[in-house]
């Protein structure tokens, strides 16, 4: 991988993180697009970088919100900021269940499996569609909205299907204040992040080749710069309900992958 594949595979990522049309996705269409064939564990240690990088970037739009929702969580007492962060909590579990025990299962589905990316992309840009169309409120999060949510943060495991787009839709179409929405999806995403990180060190699944190095870091600093500009747009975009833009998109971009597939 050169430093300008890996610098695209960063502004992939960065900006489909935030932006509902799936990372995942899109990461294996531009692996299969540039011909990129990274080793198993290079192509673990990029990913993982890459969803470092645009974890960091949540962190700096959002750090004013951690470091509240922290003190509310180690204060023990039951303020709004420790019941957000118990919130946090509860949508972590069905990703994290999914994670440990259907791990290698998981892995077969990021083999170049660009058919069921493309049929994915169909689906999120469902979600999409019905969601802009669903009516805005002030509700805030509940705690089963929390666990609703959280299992749509499962399913967006799937190559294809948008985790922000599945997490804001479901939120939308639960009833939730749009921007509260927004904020939830890309809050409650970063402790799993971190988490995954954490235990894949501690497996030894993490191996940082010097060979790399450049690439790894170029493609690190492209998926922060893009993922911050990225978690700012989608807010005002979440707020405005521009959300069936994005449908279309996914629409055009996974009907086009599947003719692709299945034709020629």
């Known amino acids: 991988m050169s430093v300008f594949q890996a610098i695209i595979l960063g502004i992939i990522q960065g900006l489909t993180e935030f932006l509902p049309v799936s990372s995942s996705g899109h990461i294996e269409l531009g692996e299969a697009l540039f011909g990129v064939a990274l080793a ?18 949540t962190i700096v739009v959002f750090r004013q919100d951690i470091l509240e929702i922290l003190k509310g969580l180690f204060s023990f007492k ?21 994670g440990i025990f259907f791990e290698d299962f998981i892995e077969t589905l990021f083999d ?4 069921l990316v493309g049929m994915m992309l169909i689906v999120t ?46 939120s939308v179409l639960l009833g939730i204040d749009r921007s509260k929405a927004a904020r939830f999806s890309f809050l409650m995403v970063v ?9 894949d060190a501690l497996d030894g699944g993490i191996h940082f080749e010097s060979a790399m190095a450049v690439p790894y870091l170029s493609g690190f600093v492209a998926a922060f710069l ?4 990225a978690c700012t747009w989608m807010i005002s975009l979440v707020k405005n ?4 833009y994005f449908a279309y998109y996914c629409f055009l971009v996974g009907a086009a992958v599947i003719a692709y597939m299945l034709f020629v």
């Open 191 to 199: 402790p799993l992040i971190l988490g995954k990180m954490a235990k």
């Open 226 to 229: 893009s993922g911050f500009f």
């Open 241 to 244: 309900s521009k959300l069936k």
């Open 40 to 57: 198993a564990d290079q192509s673990i240690a990029f990913t993982i970088l890459l969803h470092a990088a645009t974890a960091l970037s």
């Open 125 to 170: 840009g469902l979600l999409l569609l019905f969601a802009d169309r669903a009516k805005n409120t002030d509700r805030k999060v509940g705690f089963v909205d929390a666990l609703v949510i959280g299992v749509s943060q499962a399913i967006a495991i799937l190559p294809g299907i948008s985790r922000s787009g599945a997490t804001i839709s479901t």
């Open 78 to 98: 039951p303020n709004e900021e420790f019941w957000f962060a118990v919130k946090i909590i509860i949508s972590m579990l069905p990703a994290a269940f999914v």
């Open 112 to 115: 170049g499996r660009v058919l």
